[in-house]
């Protein structure tokens, strides 16, 4: 289980400030969804833990400052998958999720059997096993998707940073692999942060929600205290309504403006 | 009715069980089959070279002539043959097994930085300051020589070299990603091939010995050639096929490279300079031969799939191989007159490639 801390965490690109003193504590084994309109920054925080951008304040986990720590190191704390990952061309679906191994093998060295256990072990968790050989170009865009999850559990991480992880999936396939993260999650005590746009499933499977609007926390709290009409309506300019779902969670429902047509005759 | 769909969402990670009575998934790695396939290849190819040529030498008593060598005995070759063998034909060969390895590592090499299989080792401006060195050396010097003196083939090297940083310096100061460094690789090869142009026109009587470099050459003086090139070769050649994971690493992009533990750009710059400085000396003793870099890492994709890890070390074996068939077609289709041997390179390189990927493509 990890404690990740976020304190006064900014971050930009070539000086172009894109989030500014976003502060937030996830608890071990919690799960946080990161959620805001198009271009609030919910990616460049995901990157800005990870230290991928020029970012300022700082990130631990465990008390430990993420970049005080070697690119190995870290690659073992922090497990990520980006919303649009670059898949290497022709290589199978094993040698891929053999790359979540990175951190623990030599630099040029060769993964160990116990490596190849673990990368099975996940493409069985993930049913892929059966997709093992194939080439990560022949897949279904579900298909890739858990591949690129795979990849990111075969880190063996405390805590798992997923970038938009339904992106391109059905609604049956999105549920399905957030239910597997969650299910991780209660098994391993992994900390999960995921961006998310679905706002009904972002307030179903995080425990807590935190609303960005141009690079700054605008909202933080359960998925009851942010997805509100009110608050949604404000940071989104969206017409919705919120209703509790029989687990008591909110749902979300676009409202469209009642349109007027010319009556006809 | 039921869900047509393979895999219903709520049984992801339910069917573990049936899965087991499938095959365990091994990764991709260079197996004892590759390297056997590869070797057997460069062995019956350069066996068959060397007994090729004009003094007919008999593969008995050049296989009985290897066996003298090596446990001492007295050899069946006259001082003539010997010296035919040892001092003409097998220096050649080597050459070419180690110019074809060279150009087809550094190929793939490119290939994996780039994430781009139409990228060979000329990409980066290799070529182009190869040839305006050496077009400005001939020009200047008209007593150099291309076959028997040291300064065309340093001239050569240090342009290769010097191509690749000059692209490397105008890249890195645009942008960090590769394609701005591709895009400067195209401006810097478009104004080095003019400036050759210029120069080469300036000596018109030195046209056709840059020509004939141009088009890539394979000849040896003993084992100069071989020597010189050699420590290069070998130290490229090595950072290169230890460098196989890593390309496959960098196939997943800057970012998820660095959030799996590397350094994305140190590791680039460390197998372009190790894939530059095999180009440059391949370049510096066998000018330009073209293609081998392209098709042969393209072929090994096609038949063993996408891992570097598999691509690297078999393309060493198939490049040599391809570029001493190459020169052996290059020495006998117009014997006793030599073809460059880039014409071959191409002349058979890219049919055979096109249909290959025609039939890749259909499948």
Redesign the interface.
């Known amino acids: 289980m990890s404690l990740v801390e976020l304190e006064g965490l900014s971050a930009g690109y070539r000086g172009s400030p894109v989030l500014s003193d976003i502060s937030a504590t996830i608890g071990a084994g919690g799960w946080l969804g990161v959620i805001g309109p198009n271009g609030s920054g919910k990616s460049t925080l995901l ?1 800005a833990v ?3 951008v020029h970012h300022g304040g700082t990130v631990t986990v465990d008390g430990r400052h993420v970049s005080g720590l070697r ?2 190191e ?3 704390l ?1 497990g ?1 998958a ?1 919303q649009l ?11 891929y999720v ?3 191994r ?2 623990y ?1 030599g ?5 160990s059997t116990g490596d ?1 256990d673990i ?2 072990e996940v ?5 892929l ?2 997709l ?2 194939r ?1 990560l170009s022949e897949l279904s865009g579900g298909e890739r998707q ?1 591949a690129v999850l795979a990849r990111a559990l075969a ?1 063996r991480t405390g805590v798992l940073l997923l970038d938009e992880p339904t992106t391109g999936l059905d609604v ?2 999105a ?3 957030l ?2 993260v969650d ?1 991780l999650r209660h098994e391993r005590g992994t900390t999960v942060v995921t961006t998310l746009h679905d706002l009904t499933m972002a307030g179903q499977y995080a425990e807590r929600l935190l609303l960005l609007d141009h690079g700054r926390v605008s909202a933080e709290g359960t998925p009851g205290e942010v997805l509100t009409t009110d608050v949604l309506g404000r940071h989104y300019s969206a017409r919705v309504s919120v209703l509790p779902l029989p687990d008591g969670s909110p749902s979300v429902t676009p409202v469209r403006e009642a349109v007027r047509r010319p009556l006809e005759g | 009715m039921r869900d047509s ?1 393979t ?10 069980s049936s ?2 009575r ?1 095959r ?6 260079l197996r004892p089959s590759h390297l056997l396939i590869g070797i057997a290849a460069l062995a019956v190819l350069t066996l068959v070279s060397v007994l090729t040529g004009a003094a007919e030498l008999g593969w008995q008593r050049v296989l009985a002539e290897l066996g003298a060598q090596l446990t001492g005995g007295v050899s069946p070759l006259s001082e003539r043959e010997a010296a035919i063998l040892w001092q003409l034909r097998v220096p050649r060969v080597v050459l070419a097994v180690l110019v074809g390895a060279a150009l087809a590592v550094s190929g793939a090499a490119f290939q994996g930085v780039f ?1 781009n ?1 139409l990228a060979d080792p000329y990409l980066l401006g290799a070529a182009s300051g190869a040839g305006l060195s050496v077009t400005i050396v001939v020009t200047a010097i008209p007593q150099v020589t291309l076959g028997s003196t040291g300064l065309a083939q340093v001239a050569a090297f240090l342009g290769a070299l010097g191509g690749v940083g000059l692209t490397w310096l105008i890249g890195r100061s645009a942008g960090p990603d590769t394609a701005t460094l591709v895009l400067a690789g195209v401006a810097v090869s478009a104004f080095l091939t003019a400036a050759q142009t210029f120069v080469q026109q300036l000596r018109v009587e030195s046209l056709q010995r840059i020509y004939m470099w141009l088009l890539g050459r394979l000849s040896t003086s003993g084992w100069y050639e071989v020597l010189t090139v050699l420590p290069g070769l070998f130290l490229a050649t090595v950072v290169l096929c ?2 196989g ?2 390309l ?2 960098l ?3 800057d ?2 490279a ?6 994305p750009g140190r590791v680039r710059a460390l197998i372009l300079v190790a894939a530059s400085l095999a180009t440059a000396s391949a370049v510096s003793v066998a000018g330009l031969i073209g293609f081998v870099g392209l098709v042969v890492p393209h072929l090994v ?1 096609l038949a063993l ?3 570097y890890r598999v691509i690297v070390p078999v393309s060493l074996l198939f490049g040599g191989a391809f570029l001493v068939g190459a020169d052996m077609l290059a020495r006998t289709v117009m014997a006793p007159a030599e073809l460059p041997i880039g014409v071959i390179t191409a002349f058979t390189g890219a049919p055979f490639f096109a249909l290959l990927l025609h039939t890749s493509r259909r499948r």
């Open positions: 990157k990870l230290g991928l690119q190995r870290r690659a073992k922090l990520y980006p990952p670059q898949l290497p061309v022709g290589i199978t679906v094993t040698d053999l790359l979540g990175t951190p093998t630099l040029l060295g060769r993964e190849l990368v099975v493409l069985e968790r993930l049913d096993l059966d093992a050989e080439a858990r880190q049956g396939h549920q399905a692999l239910d597997l299910e | 769909r895999l219903p969402a709520h049984t992801l990670g339910a069917s573990a899965s087991r499938h365990r998934p091994r990764g991709s790695t994430r299989p230890a460098c994971r890593l496959d690493l196939g997943t992009g970012e998820e660095a959030a799996l533990g590397i350094r994709r799939g996408g891992s």
